[in-house]
């Protein structure tokens, strides 16, 4: 086993599956990771990968190096007091659950002393191709090898972004963390436009996709900024111009910017309403 890089999720639910399949055979085997879920569906799903799991915390999480907790926010505290016991003082942290602070964590985690051991992150969905991004955030008094090895596992599955405080975490999660939901549901509406336009739904999702695609990647590439770029599209008097004033005029850039904010606030209230 590579002792450095074996680890436990626990919750092997949508993001741990996206996260664990940019990581086997990257940064480490099936058999190097662990899988402790209460959803015995999930379960088997992981063991037809190789990967060993429990129903609950037991021994084998002692013996991992990093433990990463993917369960939902509202059950965070109770699964926390569950793996405790099988800490140990080399044992790194991570915790992908959104709101949850990292004072709070590190409070559950610790004994007389808050637990230093511990990254906050916030990934996103398309880790499961290798085109995540993560925000990660830790406390002062995180090792430079903590913060090295969170950085490599991230870095298998993605972008990483450093923040600085719990704050930005939740902005990071505002923007991509949730962001590919908002990006699909733009799709579907792109697709659906086309379809009332009169294309089929394959031509349609063709279109679709291949325009949000290459936007993206001549925004990524380009030294120009995304404002100039729409202009460039945006014939005086023409087809670009008529769309885009629809969408000035039912406030489409306020209509986001309200959007992530309901977010972030969101991932406020689930620190305060499960972090109790
Ligand atoms: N999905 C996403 O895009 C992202 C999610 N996150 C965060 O990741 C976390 C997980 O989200 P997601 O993967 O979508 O959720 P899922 O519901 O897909 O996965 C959570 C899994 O944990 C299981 N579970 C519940 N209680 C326990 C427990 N006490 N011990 C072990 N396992 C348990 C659940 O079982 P059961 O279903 O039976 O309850 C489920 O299989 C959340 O905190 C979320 O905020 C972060 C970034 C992006
Ligand atoms: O919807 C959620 O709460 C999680 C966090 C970011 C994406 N999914």
């Not at 086309?194 to 063709?206: N, P, V």
């Not at 972030?264 to 620190?271: D, H, K, N, S, V």
Request: a negative charge; charged letters at 20%; proline letters at 4%.
């Amino acid at each position: 086993m590579n002792q450095e890089l074996s680890l436990s999720f626990i919750g092997g639910g949508n993001m741990a599956s996206a996260l664990a399949s940019g990581l086997i055979g990257k940064r480490c085997g099936a058999s190097d990771v662990h899988v402790i879920d209460v959803n015995e569906t999930a379960l088997a799903r992981w063991r037809e990968q190789g990967v060993g799991t429990a129903a609950a915390p037991d021994e084998q999480l002692s013996s991992r190096r990093v433990w990463i907790f993917a369960v939902k926010p509202q059950v965070m505290k109770e699964t926390v007091a569950q793996c405790k016991p099988f800490l140990r003082p080399d044992t790194l942290v991570i915790s992908i659950a959104a709101g949850i602070e990292s004072g709070t964590l590190a409070g559950w985690l610790g004994g007389d002393k808050p637990w230093t051991r511990l990254v906050r992150c916030m990934p996103n969905t398309p880790a499961l191709i290798g085109a995540g991004i993560s925000g990660l955030l830790a406390l002062d008094g995180v090792s430079e090898d903590d913060r090295a090895v969170a950085q490599l596992l991230l870095k298998a599955v993605g972008e990483i972004v450093w923040v600085d405080n719990d704050d930005q975490l939740d902005a990071v999660t505002a923007l991509s963390g949730s962001g590919p939901a908002y990006v699909f549901l733009f799709l579907e509406a792109l697709i659906q436009g086309g379809i009332d336009l009169g294309l089929d739904a394959q031509q349609s999702r063709k279109l679709a996709l291949a325009t949000l695609h290459g936007a993206t990647q001549l925004a990524a590439l380009s030294p120009e900024t995304p404002a100039t770029l729409r202009e460039r599209v945006t014939s005086k008097g023409g087809t670009t111009a008529a769309a885009l004033s629809v969408f000035e005029q039912q406030g489409f850039s306020a209509l986001v910017q309200q959007a992530m904010r309901s977010a972030y606030q969101r991932a406020g209230q689930l620190a305060t309403e499960f972090a109790k």
